[in-house]
């Protein structure tokens, strides 16, 4: 049995769904949370180290030439250790680490270079490039603000990077900045509240789709119910609008239902009277006949009429009759259907055991077997019971007869249908047995199905499933 992963009932569907909607719009909105942020630091950053850096080219640029280089040096940080972060770099307490960084990368070189053109004028001209270590001696420009807690925490990380800046007379000003690469940082408290969101939402989900399975629940329920009770429930209407419309209707076509069955019980009450009486006096009037074999053969005649009317009006009745559905046993049931047959003279064999009782009607159903094991015997002199018991209850009864034809496997079912080569009395019957068998197949959810065997004979495979 292959596993899926994808729920298989409409709650479950609804919830996964949801649930990764929700995620995918929630994974969505952190990468544009991080892009906003990234911009925001970047351009933050850019505009002080443009400030610092343009203001310190400023103040270079009217010395002398022994003036500028004793300044540049006196300012310079040898061998590339990065600058000091200010009085945040001197706090004594280590900084909180983030919570997670967003690997956003932004054009941060080319932004620098545009500022500081903008803001030096056109007389400067302005190289911006990664340093790799060990660095050459450049002028220290402190870290911004935002960035100085993400220095001290990930110095490891740090990227130095050398801004170029040579001035109207062709002299050159090396400053040196650092940036701690890998995108924008985003907090703790973003992704607990983010989280909070999502149990929020997704219990939201929950109850919306409970609210709409529960009553699909119950009219699945209640439509399987049609046909095995005799007076089902109504549905409980409740739920969204369209649920409601839907109770309604089923209710109503309940109604409808129950009223047709009520009428076609009392037509079927006084069909079953006005037929046996005149049989009746008929049969009293035979019996006044001198004539023999003319009584005889008037008696099969009569016979005959019993049966079909008898077979008839229990095949319009139906499963009606009021009779509740019990757990049976279902191997004393074949044992009592293999024994009235063998009495009579009959060969049946039952193989195979039911595990545990079978919850049905117990006359539908032996009325059922009687008809298939009937049938077999007419047609092919024995009847072999096969008894399987799984999943569902499978009844397979065989006989060793001429079969039928594929084309007529569907039609025998079909009310006083019979097969062309069986349309004589002697074969018995009235082609009502197999109707009925259906129905009280169908009526217990299971399913009555003809098919010729390989080595010859017939079997009607007889599928009860167990109720969930």
């Known amino acids: ?68 280089a004793a300044a540049v040096s006196a300012m310079e940080v040898p061998h590339g250790r990065p600058p000091r972060s200010g009085a945040r770099g001197r706090d004594a307490s280590p900084p909180p680490r983030p919570f997670v960084r967003a690997p956003l990368q932004s054009d941060f070189e080319r932004t620098l270079r545009e500022q500081l053109r903008a803001a030096l004028g056109t007389g400067y001209e302005i190289e911006v490039a990664p340093t790799a270590e060990p660095a050459p001696p450049a002028i220290a420009v402190p870290v911004p603000f935002f960035e100085a807690r993400e220095l001290a925490a990930q110095q490891g990380s740090a990227q130095h990077y050398d801004v170029a800046v040579r001035f109207p007379d062709g002299a ?150 009021g009779e509740a559905a019990v757990p049976i046993d279902i191997n004393a049931l074949l044992a009592t259907v293999r024994e009235e047959f063998t009495g009579m003279g009959s060969v049946v064999t039952v193989t195979g055991s039911a595990r545990e009782p079978f919850v049905g009607k117990p006359q539908a159903l032996k009325r059922c077997l009687t008809n298939l094991v009937a049938n077999a015997i007419n047609f092919g002199s024995r009847a072999d019971i096969l008894l399987a018991d799984a999943a569902e209850l499978t009844i397979r009864v065989r006989d060793q007869g001429p079969g039928v034809p594929a084309a007529e496997l569907e039609r025998v079912f079909e009310p006083f249908y019979r097969v062309e080569s069986s349309r004589n009395r002697d074969s018995g019957g009235s082609g009502l047995g197999l109707s009925i068998a259906r129905d009280v197949a169908q009526a217990h959810g299971g399913s009555l199905t003809l098919q010729n065997l390989p080595g010859g004979g017939l079997e009607a495979l007889l599928t009860l499933p167990r109720r969930r």
């Open 1 to 68: 049995m292959r596993l899926s992963l994808w729920p298989q009932s409409l709650f479950g569907r609804l919830i996964a769904v949801s649930v990764i909607a929700v995620l995918v719009a929630q994974a969505v909105g952190l990468v544009l949370i991080a892009q906003e942020r990234e911009r925001f630091v970047l351009q933050g950053n850019v505009r002080e180290w443009t400030r610092r850096i343009a203001e310190t080219t400023l103040v270079l640029q009217p010395m002398s030439p022994a003036e500028r």
């Open 172 to 321: 050159t000003a090396l400053f040196r900045i650092t940036r701690v690469p890998g995108g924008s940082q985003l907090p703790r408290n973003l992704f607990v509240n983010l989280t909070l969101l999502v149990l929020i939402l997704v219990l939201a989900l929950y109850v919306a789709a409970r609210s709409i399975t529960r009553p699909l629940s119950d009219l699945a329920r209640a439509a399987d119910s049609v046909g095995r009770d005799v007076r089902p429930a109504q549905l409980k209407e409740r739920g969204a609008r369209e649920l409601q419309d839907a109770a309604r209707a089923f209710n109503t076509m309940q109604d409808r239902l129950h009223r047709y069955l009520d009428s076609r019980s009392r037509v079927l009450a006084a069909m079953s009277h006005d037929l046996k009486t005149p049989l009746t006096r008929l049969r009293l009037q035979v019996e006044t006949l001198e004539d023999a074999p003319l009584q005889a053969r008037i008696g099969r005649e009569l016979d005959e009429m019993e049966s079909m009317v008898r077979e008839a009006l229990a095949l319009f009745r139906g499963l009606d009759d």
